[in-house]
Structure formats: C-alpha cells, structure tokens
C-alpha cells in the first residue's frame, strides 16, 4: 500500500533552517511528484497553505513565490526519500508540515499523504 | 492568486442529516476541484476529485458537483464518523490553493 512517512517533529530558533524528509513506498517513487503542504497553528481551523513540488524523476522543482529563496525540495531516488528545507525560519513558519503525492504531468488532487510534521520555531 | 472561498465555516448537524458544502473560486477553474476531509491530528484525506470523481475507498454518501466558478460538496446521510473539517482545493493554476475549511460539528 501507499505510505509517505515523514520525519519527526523539530524545534528551532528564529534564523535556522529545517530540513524534513518523507520516505515513500508501495509505489514507483519516479512515477509521481511531491508537493508540500503546510498548516499553521496559530489559530483553529488553520488554513493549508501549498509550499511547492519536486518532480522525483527529473528533479525539477516549483516552489510558491511566497517561499522562493526560503526552501529548497530535493530527493533522494535510491531510498525514494523526498526533503524539504526551510531557511531563515520566522516564529510565523511554526506549522504541521505535510508531503503529499501527486500528479506530474497533470492538474490531478493530492491522492496520500504523510503523518505531517510539526515545526516549532521559538526562542 | 486564485482565492477560494467555503461556506459555511461552521455548520452543527445531527446523525443522519444531509449537508452541503459550498465552495466558489475567484476565477473558473474549470473542473480542477477537489474535496479534502481532515480530522484533529491527521492528516487530509482525499474525497473527491475533479469536482465530482469519487476516490476509491469513499463511501458513496460524499458526492460533489459544479464546474467554473461554484462547486459543492454533499453528504447524503451525516454518519458519526462524518464529522471534521473539510477543505476544497483547486488545482487549475499555479499556486495550487485551498478554501478555509468548514468544520462539521455535531448538533
């Protein structure tokens, strides 16, 4: 069966980076992109916010304009690994951070997900 | 930026009940919606996609409708394990987007 497992929470100071991984398996890794997601949790109910994609095959990634400089999506295709990182990290970027599998030549739905990952971001 | 917007934010409802959930677009986005259900601590979970395709696993009580501008979300028959937090996404155009969520509460 499909599974993303994501690694585990973080705890940061204001100007580090995090770098959060998701392992894929049951599937062909290259077959799929994989998008990130993140949710804040400042308030109930907080909004998804969509952070960018890599495609696993090429390595061609898209990032949102509000996080262009800020992170980077790499992957790892011999252990089908996908990464995030997050740099100058602002105590605003304290969110649940998800990877998701989705289409690469297509405007298709996020089908999995992983557990998601929290990201604390304090002094 | 395509915004989307959901309502209600909120609705109380009772075992059995139908709903709908409402969902509009700032610009069409064709038929490029999909329909998410996220309870507390999960993550989301994929219900419906392309406006009205049903993903494989999901009972036949979720059902979605519209194109353009307006979609909605439908749930024939509200059964206890129904109750969370739904979110629509469009995936028409870069950066992909999601509506607010409407979180379905139990009356």
């Known amino acids: 069966q499909v599974q993303l497992v994501q690694s585990g929470a973080e705890v940061k100071k204001p100007g580090a980076s995090v770098k959060v991984s998701c392992k894929a398996s049951g599937y062909t890794f290259t077959g799929y992109s994989i998008y990130w997601v993140r949710q804040a949790r400042q308030a109930p109910g907080q909004g998804l916010e969509w952070?960018?994609?890599?495609?696993?095959?090429?390595?061609?990634?898209n990032y949102a304009q509000k996080f262009q400089g800020r992170v980077t999506m790499t992957r790892d295709t011999s252990i089908s690994t996908a990464y995030m990182e997050l740099s100058r990290l602002r105590s605003d970027d304290t969110a649940v951070y998800y990877c998701?599998?989705?289409?690469?030549?297509?405007?298709?739905?996020?089908?999995?997900w992983g557990q998601g990952t929290l990201v604390t971001v304090s002094s | 930026d395509i915004q989307m917007t959901q309502s209600p934010s909120s609705l109380s409802a009772s075992v059995g009940d139908r709903i709908t959930i409402t969902c509009r677009a700032s610009?069409?986005?064709?038929?490029?919606l999909n329909w998410y259900q996220q309870k507390p601590g999960k993550a989301p979970k994929l219900l419906i996609y392309?406006?009205?395709s049903l993903q494989s696993g999901v009972p036949s009580r979720f059902s979605g409708s519209g194109s353009g501008t307006d979609f909605t979300l439908t749930i024939s028959s509200l059964q206890p394990e129904d109750f969370a937090t739904y979110y629509c996404q469009q995936s028409d155009s870069i950066p992909w987007t999601f509506g607010q969520g409407t979180k379905v509460e139990i009356k």
């Open positions: 392309a406006a009205s």
């Open positions: 952070m960018g994609w890599i495609n696993p095959n090429s390595g061609d990634t």
């Open positions: 610009q069409s986005i064709r038929s490029y």
């Open positions: 998701a599998r989705g289409p690469t030549y297509s405007s298709g739905p996020f089908d999995y």
